[in-house]
T-cell receptor, first 115, second 112 residues
Framework: GAGVSQTPSNKVTEKGKYVELRCDPISGHTALYWYRQSLGQGPEFLIYFQGTGAADDSGLPNDRFFAVRPEGSVSTLKIQRTERGDSAVYLCASSALGGAGETQYFGPGTRLLVL | KQEVTQIPAALSVPEGENLVLNCSFTDSAIYNLQWFRQDPGKGLTSLLLIQSSQREQTSGRLNASLDKSSGRSTLYIAASQPGDSATYLC???????????FGDGTTLTVKP
């Protein structure tokens, strides 16, 4: 596709439920990043994939959060037993190879609201 | 742990003014610094990427400078327009793997 796409654009769920958020990176990009952005704050790093593997998952807040990228393209961020504090915009970005000299291209985000 | 600060948090200027947005970071061992624009309810759009070996980058009316030793960057916007109204975020990368640390942004309003 022309850019990074994310689905759904909005997700409302109840506390304790399980949610999945999907990211389609730019075709051919090997690096994929997940960030979380709370209102009025900058994005906070969650996890970085290089191909199919999670190269850095140091930003995942706890074991309720998990992400996969089984074929090296689409990625899914999974949140178990959601809490109200998980409400935020979840942003996905991709870059061609993942090097520090590359521009990261962001998707529009998924707005998650946990009631 | 890298910390990125952006001052001011909000800025309002009349159309046509030149303006400067500031970004500071605590760990100067960075690989690059990037400025992004974010419109309300939207994702981030990259404006300028400065490598650690560079001092500045320019694109149209935008000029970004980097002083790694002092941990500072500025984004200069010339002849501001109402369409420049948005939140501007800076982000630094401390590893060679692209993971970025963001500031909280400066929300700019340019009044016609």
């Amino acid at each position: 596709g022309a850019g990074v796409s994310q689905t759904p654009s909005n997700k409302v769920t109840e506390k304790g439920k399980y949610v999945e958020l999907r990211c389609d990176p730019i075709s051919g990009h090997t690096a994929l990043y997940w960030y979380r952005q709370s209102l009025g704050q900058g994005p906070e790093f969650l996890i970085y994939f290089q191909g199919t593997g999670a190269a850095d998952d140091s930003g995942l807040p706890n074991d309720r959060f998990f992400a996969v990228r089984p074929e090296g393209s689409v990625s899914t961020l999974k949140i178990q037993r959601t809490e109200r504090g998980d409400s935020a915009v979840y942003l996905c970005a991709s870059s061609a190879l993942g090097g520090a000299g590359e521009t990261q291209y962001f998707g529009p985000g998924t707005r998650l609201l946990v009631l | 742990k890298q910390e990125v600060t952006q001052i001011p948090a909000a800025l309002s200027v009349p159309e046509g003014e030149n303006l400067v947005l500031n970004c500071s970071f605590t760990d100067s061992a960075i690989y690059n610094l990037q400025w992004f624009r974010q419109d309300p309810g939207k994702g981030l759009t990259s404006l300028l990427l400065i490598q650690s070996s560079q001092r500045e980058q320019t694109s149209g009316r935008l000029n970004a400078s980097l002083d790694k030793s002092s941990g500072r960057s500025t984004l200069y916007i010339a002849a501001s327009q109402p369409g420049d109204s948005a939140t501007y975020l800076c982000a630094v990368t401390n590893t060679n793997a692209g993971k970025s640390t963001f500031g909280d942004g400066t929300t700019l309003t340019v009044k016609p």
